[in-house]
């Protein structure tokens, strides 16, 4: 079989891994306050997750392009399919460690530095596209500053609005609207998440010369991303849902509801105008601000400080390790 081909099938089969992964590692995080506060039963969460997965997958498809060509230009990419195929293995492999100790870090930054490392590692620091990946990095850094912001904004407004209100009433009327906004808030992570491995297949298939457009998403690329994200969904991830539901504060169907909107709106407004975000960096910063309008010495900052902390290494540990795996790939390919 024609080596190209084989690196073409190995990158789409590590994608789709990679998209399962990010179901049940970052989909968690879109679930967890509605679990913590039991307005939904882990299994109703994660069977609604998985189909708003699936619908936010199939709608969009501006983040797939943006991450197609704007880290690195796929019709100039020097040994392309194996660049490709290193980052994939080093996010994964970063995704992997960081849900087995249950610490919410970055899909995204995961991917993005990955492919990034692999690039610089093949063909030096030019291979970037430093405008497109400049633009990336600064929607990856000011989403949770304004996911938190917003949160803090948005829970000192309900706050004031029903301050007035019976605690025990008002929380059970929420309990039945944060079904609503976990199910947005499931639904938005599929717009942006799912289409970070739509975006690494096309480039895979450029680099192939299989296809030839960055602007054009294959179909059959869009349908597979969404059925792996929503089968990774399935599984669930129960150390995340631990971490972003208990671990940063208290939460109350009030608290859940004012962070999922925040959550969603944030994401969602990322995607469409095309900018992939950390849906992790921002349910959890939206958490963080939300809980700082509740009451500031709820909030747990020791679990806040180790989450900041593996979202800035995330970057710089996965381009590492996707420099390093494709040294290793390009003594066999």
Known sequence: MDTMLVLTILVVIGALAFDFINGFH????????????????????????????????????GVAKTITKDIVDPFKLENGSVVILAALIAGITWNLITWYYGIPSSSS????????????????????????????????????????????????????????????????????????????????????????????????????????????????????????????????????????????????????????????AVIFGASYIHLPVSTTHVISSSILGVGSAHRVKGVQWGTAQRMLITWFITLPISATLAALTYFILDLFF
Not at 125 to 141: A, D, M, R, T
Request: hydrophobic share 50%.
């Open 109 to 264: 930054h995961a991917i993005i530095g990955s492919i990034a490392g692999a690039a610089i590692a093949a063909a030096g620091f030019g291979s970037l596209n430093y405008g497109g990946f400049l633009k990336i990095l600064e929607s990856l850094i000011i989403s949770p500053i304004l996911a938190f912001a917003v949160g803090y904004l948005v829970y000192t407004i309900f706050k004031v609005s029903f301050k007035n209100l019976n605690l025990t009433k008002t929380n059970k009327r929420f309990r039945y609207i944060q079904i609503l906004t976990a199910a947005l808030q499931a639904f938005t992570h599929g717009t942006n998440d799912a289409q970070k491995a739509m975006g690494i297949i096309t480039m895979a298939l450029i680099a192939g010369n299989y296809h030839h457009s960055a602007d054009v998403i294959p179909f059959w690329v869009q349908f597979s991303c969404a059925i792996a994200m929503g089968i990774g969904t399935s599984v669930g991830g129960w150390k995340i849902i631990k971490t972003v539901g208990g671990k940063i504060m208290k939460i109350r169907p009030v608290n859940g509801v004012a962070a999922d909107l925040t959550g969603a």
């Open 26 to 61: 970052d989909t968690a995080n879109a679930i967890a306050t509605s679990v913590s506060t039991k307005a939904l039963k882990p299994r109703q969460a994660i069977i609604l997750a998985a189909v708003m997965n699936f619908v936010g997958a199939m709608a969009f498809t």
